[in-house]
C-alpha cells in the first residue's frame, strides 16, 4: 500500500529546483489522453460533486469532450439495476467518442455498481482503469443505519450479497487496472480498509473526510497519475 503526503518539504525542495535545468512536464500517451474517463458519484449525490476534478482534469490537459459523470438513483439494486444502466451509459460513450475502452472513477456506492459491470458485465474488455475513492469494497458497517429503508445501503452493508460476489475469488479480474484510494480519516467507510483490493494499487491518502476525496488536489494529481498509464 502506497500512502500520499503532503509536500512539506516543497519549500526547500523549490530552491533546489529552481536552480536545476528546466525539464518538460511529461506528457500523457496518445491513448490515455483520447480515453473517455466516467465519474460515478456514491449515495445521496449527483454528477456535481466531481467539479472540482473535472476542473483540475481540464486544466492539466485532458479535452473537455472526454470526462463524462453518470447519474443514477442510489436507491436502486447495485447489481439487478444499476449495473446494466451502466453499461448501457459505457456504451453510448464509446459510441459518442469513437473510444475503443474508457476509464471509471467512482466514489463510495459507485464503486459497487461499476466492479459488478467490470466483473459480470462486458467491462473487462471496455474498461482499462477503474478507480474507487472510499468504496465500501468490503461493506461498511455504517451502511447498517439505512439498510432496512434503502437498497444501496444493504448492498453496502458487509457480507450482502453484492460484497461478497464481489470478492469472490479473484477481487481484481482481467486485464483492467485498479486502483483504491482511502482515507485514515474517512467518517464513512468502516473500517476504511475497506476500499482496498487484492491485486489493486492500494493508496492511503492523508487525513480527508469522506467527501473531501473528491475536492483534494493530490488525490486528483494521483486518480490522473493512474488513468495516464497505459
Known sequence: MRRLTVPVLSALLSVVVASAPAAAAPQRSPAANDRPVIFVHGRNAGPGVWGDMISRFTA?????????????DTTQSANETLAPQFQAYVDEVLRRTGAAQVDVVAHSLGSLTTRWYVKFGAGATKVR???????????????????????GCRDMTPGSYVVKQLNEG????GTVRYTTVHSPCDEQIAPVTSTSLTGADNIEAPCLKHNELLTDATVATEVRKALDTD
Not at 469532450?65 to 453518470?70: I, S, T
Not at 479473484?170 to 479480474?173: L, S, V
Open 60 to 72: 492539466a490537459g485532458k479535452p473537455a469532450d472526454r470526462l463524462f459523470a453518470w447519474d443514477y
Open 129 to 151: 482503469h477503474w478507480v474507487s475513492l472510499a468504496g465500501p469494497n468490503h461493506g461498511t458497517q455504517l451502511a447498517w443505519l439505512c439498510a432496512l429503508y434503502d437498497q
Open 170 to 173: 479473484d477481487e481484481t479480474p
